[in-house]
């Protein structure tokens, strides 16, 4: 069951509300609101819920799993609206949403770009991509090591059917806001310092980072775009969910 989930016709009110949020932190802090992209992370939420949220005039949608999406994506409204893939991708799932997708923000091996190249050129397009960055070099999560980061990105530049947009990373759990602050202001060091080496098929336009009790500060230094589930949908629960 899911708890503490905000009322039905509630959602509306909830995007108006980060909506806000997010154009008072650019204020503070100099942005342009224009310049963060707000996710809807669509985990475990029903479509129909999806769909208010879309009605309340979200654009982005963020997926976490290939058969989730494949369950719900007919359901979905789709004028206007983008899909990003965000959870970790197998290879062999790759074919699954290729064609339902116009990002993955979760490319992190040589193996998986590859087979978005084979993927995609069977669609004949090319995959929007964001590098997955493991910020907190964390054993337990997938991403591409900070260290590792500039090899890797010569190694993609070389693949085809893909175009590397910028980077993706979920800073490991903090106790407090300024250990959270660390891990963005080196994410986004990593962002410029990439962006400045004008690397072949590799562009830093957007910088994902940021989700629901950090989004705010993420903005602070330097986000994109945030990706918003449990203060968007209301807390959900897991266990047992494939």
Do not use: W
Not at 161 to 178: A, K, Q, T, Y
């Amino acid at each position: 069951m899911t708890e503490n989930r905000p009322d039905e016709g509630a959602v509306a009110a909830t995007v108006r509300d980060i909506t806000e949020r997010i154009a008072e932190t650019c204020a503070k802090c100099g942005r342009d609101p224009a310049d963060v992209r707000l996710m809807a992370v669509t985990k475990t939420v029903e479509a129909a819920r999806v769909n208010e949220a879309i009605g309340a005039g979200v654009r982005l949608l963020g997926e976490n799993r290939a058969q989730e999406l494949l369950s719900k994506y007919d359901d979905y409204r789709k004028d206007g609206v983008e899909i990003h893939f965000i959870g970790h991708l197998q290879t062999n799932k790759v074919r699954q949403i290729a064609d339902k997708v116009t990002m993955i923000q979760s490319l992190d091996s040589l193996p998986l770009a590859r087979e978005i190249e084979k993927q995609c050129a069977k669609l004949g397009k090319k995959m929007d991509c964001l590098v997955e960055v493991n910020i907190g070099s964390e054993l337990t999560k997938s991403g591409v090591s900070p260290e590792a980061l500039p090899e890797f990105l010569e190694e993609v530049s070389s693949v085809g059917g893909i175009c590397v947009r910028g980077l993706m990373s979920i800073p490991p759990v903090c106790e407090n806001d300024l250990e959270r602050e660390r891990y963005f202001s080196s994410l986004y060091k990593l962002f410029v310092d990439i962006g400045q080496k004008k690397i072949d098929n590799i562009s830093m336009d957007f910088l994902s980072m940021g989700m629901s009790d950090d989004y705010l500060l993420a903005i602070k230094h330097g986000s994109s775009l945030v990706r918003i589930g449990t203060a968007l949908f209301g807390r959900r629960a897991y266990a047992g969910h494939q």
